[in-house]
């Protein structure tokens, strides 16, 4: 008998096979066998096999830990048996009830990634409801991580986990943090209680760490600002403190973390520059690992945002171009959404018409001749692309029509979701006969295909009331029953939000109907409408327990206040006390509605949102909604005045918030009440602001900021008698802002004031002395000039240069964003001194981007040239103030080292460069201040251009500008360049009139009218691609709509053909006949 010795449950073998003998282990030793080797990370096959032989005979022995453990170690090591996961599925619901937190947790976390069993998870949430379990942060964190990763939604769980989540909440660390909320946003459980309570557990995390917040991952942050985003919880806090800690930290996030934390910054709009730099420079860093699908993403959630960098967006649409056939039909539909927002007007040209469109028409056109025909689900996303931007296509039809097979309900509710949004006679008649197959499976539809179809529906529904009396309108109607019945018979299945507004869909529809058809009553009774007033009835009473969220009492609000629904007093009473509880919960549309139906209610409304019983984010809603609450604005001014209310706000302060001064200020600013009594105000508004507890919990500087905009409308429209009392309030909210603001929040209150020309030294010396030197500093100092202000400017320029000095030490692109605004803005201010223009000149010579990444030198090469251009400017107007000859060698000394730099680093980049019409502008001017200097450095980066149009097919209006500054030779000699750029164009099926959006048709026409100076030439090639352009241009003119170019233009086109220039006006007059033949040409005939 061989003898062995046992080390940690291993039995002793030779070095390199250790001999596990599995016959002999008991489920105990076995667990922490397979947790040993799966955290080592060892075992082979033949290891994992004989433990799955092992498992499947003594299932029946293994107990709650046993189980946790084993399940736990085999997911780990990616061991998938499906009988042995099927065997502890069985075994851990036969003995489910003895599991406690512990054992629950990493069961359903390994059971979640291995096997997904519904019944499992049915279980084990009774057991999770029916025994007194503890559970710690991590557990709950596990828990509900594996209920999102199944898509098991419970509320009563999660309820539950959410109580025991509070009780440990200070033992959460910031990876459960971020696994919680992860969970919760894919399961849509998004309670407002229990978002505030996550979101005023980080808060205070985050202001009692360092800067750096150790411990942070891209992954925790991406799941905590994912999560939040979708909430309706204010965290602006949690942003900028996040968008801190990577920047702080240098953190590099992966992809998937990048496009996560881009749409969250979407999804809540936020603007903050720091995190928004730093979300553009990790794309930029790594752009060749983002997949077109990524980039799509994030474009779709930046395009959001006011200040998204234009040249970001031109260079990530570009690479989405090129790379289309690689996109998937949802990244297609994100694109139309994102490319038809303009980001500002230098990307007017970059819509989804001139980039995107010609591309996806030619795809859908491959999908209509193929031999296989698309799915439905592609036809179905293809259809919601071009409804999402209201763009019709007769190819859509054809698309649709390749569909030989019955649709499927998902389909069916999308394909008429998105022709609904088109409004056409033919989407509506297509929508017409979908209807018919609605109504053959009804029952079937699911809550959300019903919402959508219903929706489509009353938004058309004035197109299908003019179809009454005939077959349309009756299928129309059938339709309408069928859906009624589907709501009916499962409205218990539906979501909150998904039933209010399937029933406010209903309501409109029915409300249509019974304003034009006039037997009403016996089409209310198809309608079912008696039955769908019961359930209204019912869900009203049930919503306040339900965890409603914002939008969810609008179906319930408008049925009950229309007057189709035939409310009895007692009935109308049952609904208005089921939401009146939880008015809160009421947005403004809904409120509206309410306030106009009954007057006693109205009262009770404006009571309640005047006191501020509404919270903090639906009282913004209100702001943003004053056109539907013309009312409570005037009771606002009413209340003002009254003496009761005066005494109510001396007494309870802890309503007051920055809306109410803002709710003041649009009264006075946008519907120009009769001004309240000065004293009454006066004393409310003394009350109002007399505690600064009350205030250091809102945003102070916002409320400043408002009654600046109000001072500066009064002003503007010289009612000036009322400014007086609104300095005194900015007077007095000044030290509260001192003592709860930011220093840059201070700094950027200080500047809005100065822009408005409101004088506050308090504030401005304050953020003066306080705020880093950087671009908002520099901007305060420039608005200094609109306010009587004494500014101590030398010791400024000291300041100016030694932060400028350690901007350009680094390589970071962002830093030389702010280098650029913060020159721009010193130049627009005048405080470009000397001294700060030499420093600049003489770091910027000696400095190069290094970066090899083929996308990071456009963004810094774009700013490196505007930059130039902005200090060549200065080196012109530099005046040394001892003699005119030493200024004008230092312009020419200094220039001809700039462009002599610039040439360097377009020769060092060429391979690289991507410029927008931006860049190349600046090429140009660069251009133009050499000739200035009389410098032949000019035709050098004349040269460098013209290789670049001609690589890249760039814009016209470049080649003209050039052109108009003596480079027509070198223009001229490209002109093959420029002729094959409008052939790439319509072999790319883009129409000629698109061009016009491009705004190159006078730039087109302009370059052919200099090119006719040139007919006469000496010089033969220069002569003959003369004429190639003017024919090239005139062909060009006679096929297209040219509305958009100027008369005067046409006029000297036109001009050269009749000046006589032999053959070759021979030729040009007959295309010139051509063209003023076109009928759209008439107008030019004069």
Known sequence: MKLSRSFHLF???????PNFELSNKSPSQLSHLIGRISKAGRGDIKFWSDINSKILSIYRDLGPRNIAFISNGLSRSNVRDDRVWKMLAEQAIAISHSFDGQDIALFLNAASKMHKSQKLFEQFSQVILENEISFKAKHIALIINAYSRVGYRDLDVLNKLFSECEKCKLDLDFQEFGNILNGCYKLKYLHKSFIQLMRDELNYRLRNLNKTCTGLSGQNISNILQALAHSEVECNYIFTRFGTTLINNHSQINTVEVTAIANALGKVKYNGQEFLKYITF?????????????????????????????????????????????????????????????????CDRLTILDDLYPHIRKRIRMMINDTNPPTQEIIASVVCSFARVGLEDPMIYKLIDTIDTELKNSSLAAIIHGLGKLHSIESLNYINKYLRNVIADAVNLLPLHVSNILNSLATNVDHFVKLDKSDGFQTFIDAIAALSLNILSKYTLYSHQLLSSAITSYTLICECICDNVRNFDKISQKLHMDTVKDVVIECSRKLSIGNASVCDYEGIITFATSPVSHLSVGEYTNVINGVIGELECVNVKALSRLIEANTTFKNQCIQMAINGSID??????????????????????????????????????????????????????????????????TDLMDNLYSSTDALSKFNVCGVIKSIANAIDYLNTTNKTNFTPFLYNLIHKLIPVVLQTSETNEIASTACYLCEKKICMPLIIDHALSHCEMGYLKIKLVGSLKNVPYKLNNSALVTEFGNHINEMLVTPFPPQLEDILNCFKTLQQYDLLEDQILNLLIDTILSWRPTDSNAAAPFMMIQQLLQLTRILLTQVKNYKSGVDDMVSLEYQKNMGIKLIEWTIELLHDHSGAIILSVDGYDHLVAIIKQSNDLNYEGGGHISGLLLNLIAKLHMPIEVLYNLADIGYFDRIIQSVDATVSTFSVVESQGIEINGLRKHGQWNSLCKLAYIASHYLSSSNDCIRDKAEALIITVLDMLARADTDGVGSDIIVKLCGILYSGYGEVIGRLTERGRLYLNNPKKQFIRY
């Open 616 to 681: 903090e984010l639906n009282y913004k809603n209100y702001i943003e909604h004053l056109d539907d609450l013309d009312v409570i604005l005037d009771k606002f001014v009413e209340l003002v005045n009254n003496e009761a209310w005066l005494s109510v706000v001396k007494n309870d302060k802890k309503y007051f918030a920055e809306d109410k001064i803002s709710l003041a200020s649009r009264i006075i600013n946008e519907f120009n009440q009769s001004s309240p009594n000065d004293l009454s105000y």
């Open 11 to 17: 039995i002793r073998g030779n070095r390199h096979s």
């Open 282 to 346: 990790q794309v930029y860093s790594n752009f060749n690992r983002y997949s077109t699908d990524q980039l799509s993403i994030i474009l779709y959630s930046l395009c959001r945002l006011d200040k998204m960098p234009v040249d970001f967006y031109i260079t990530v649409v570009k690479r989405i171009v090129n790379g289309l056939s690689k996109t998937n039909d949802k990244t297609i539909s994100m694109l139309f959404t994102a490319l038809t927002v303009k980001v500002s007007n230098h």
